[in-house]
């Protein structure tokens, strides 16, 4: 099967090419190359061919031979998409939707979309379920929404999306991301032996580490077709439900040394427990890992790196910083295009 991945250089897109290509399908891979300054360590032996491309700007030709499509390159988590919102609609909505459409014209059956379980913004129930009705709170969450609703439409005997609304990533990789809570936390407890709390940590969030998240999108790829046809799958699993709090006082355990404090309760009041019972119908799909051995692996990895403040700190493993450089010094145009004045730039 060959299978046409975005987001290749991001943080689950650098992990799952690797999966995929292991377990022998062909990849080609799309990324538009924002974070590429963020790598942290060096991951797989063998990536895949990388088309650098911008998902706004793939053709028809694009996708010839393909059998499926992995979809997740879009602006990333709430802060950046808030950033620029007309801009975060036409990437994550609009740019979303343009890819499935080429996608169905090319007679692409299987094409599986990354959402996120921050549809669901304030939790109106106790457990949350692929049936709750989405509450998005950001732009970054609506465009989740409305791509869902969209490509929901277009599902036919021809088209088969499946949904993955994920829950919140954490884990080793190596175009890191710093600015997801339990990577943050252990951030900081390594480099500056504190995890100062601003809030006092009670809402809850589900956590799932990002190579559980390849190991579902491989066993959606790899279910029977009427098992996923239009079907929205919450990725992770019940018992990874954490408030904030516990995630802040598992990581203080395992960075041994480190003082944690709390502070009042925070701006943020989107808090949700979600039920990943649903997914467990997919062949072969359960979390391996959980916040504790997440913690541990990161510990590992700052041991093996010796990770510093000043990487740690570094624009490239946090989305908002890299964008707003990337901004600044004009590499990317008010569309968020690469600018056409790097093509005089001779490489070194």
């Not at 791509?147 to 277009?154: H, K, R």
């Not at 954490?170 to 601003?198: C, H």
């Not at 589900?206 to 009427?226: T, Y």
Request: charged share 20%; hydrophobic share 40%.
């Amino acid at each position: 099967m060959k299978v046409l991945v975005t987001g290749t250089e991001g943080y689950l897109g650098s992990l799952l090419a690797p999966t995929l290509l292991r377990k022998g399908y062909e990849v080609l891979a799309v990324d538009t190359g924002f974070y590429k300054s963020g790598w942290l360590y060096n991951g797989a032996a063998q990536t895949a061919h990388t088309l650098n491309k911008d998902i706004r700007h793939l053709t028809p030709g694009d996708l010839q031979q393909i059998d499926a499509v992995v979809h997740m390159a879009e602006l990333s988590n709430d802060p950046t998409g808030q950033l620029s919102p007309n801009i975060t609609y036409d990437i994550n909505h609009k740019g979303s939707v343009h890819l499935a459409n080429l996608a169905k014209l090319a007679g692409i059956d299987r094409f599986i979309y990354m959402s996120s379980c921050s549809v669901y913004g304030v939790a109106t129930e106790d457990e949350i379920t692929e049936k709750s009705p989405p509450n998005p709170q950001t732009i970054y969450a609506i465009c989740k929404t409305l791509v869902e609703q969209d490509l929901q439409a277009m599902a036919d005997d021809h088209f088969s999306p499946t949904f993955l609304r994920n829950a919140t990533a954490y884990g080793a990789s190596p175009r890191m991301r710093f600015d997801i809570v339990l990577n943050n936390l252990a951030g900081y407890a390594w480099t500056t032996q504190e995890i100062k709390m601003i809030s006092d940590g009670t809402p809850w969030r589900p956590l799932v580490h990002a190579l559980d998240i390849c190991k579902a999108i491989v066993c959606a790829l790899e279910a029977p077709r009427d098992l996923v046809h239009n079907q929205i799958f919450n990725v992770g699993d019940s018992a990874q439900n954490y408030q904030v709090k516990e995630i802040a006082e598992i990581v203080a355990e395992i960075f041994e040394g480190c003082q944690l404090s709390f502070g009042d309760s925070g701006s943020d009041n989107r808090s949700y427990r979600v039920s990943f019972e649903k997914i467990k119908v997919l062949p072969g799909f359960k979390c391996d890992w959980n916040a504790r051995l997440g913690a541990i692996q990161l510990f590992d990895l700052f041991s093996q790196i010796d990770l510093c403040s000043d990487v740690f700190f570094f624009r490239g493993f946090t989305r908002l910083k890299q964008l707003q450089y990337l901004i600044k010094t004009q590499q990317i145009d008010p569309n968020f295009f690469w600018s056409r004045q790097n093509e005089n730039i001779l490489p070194l």
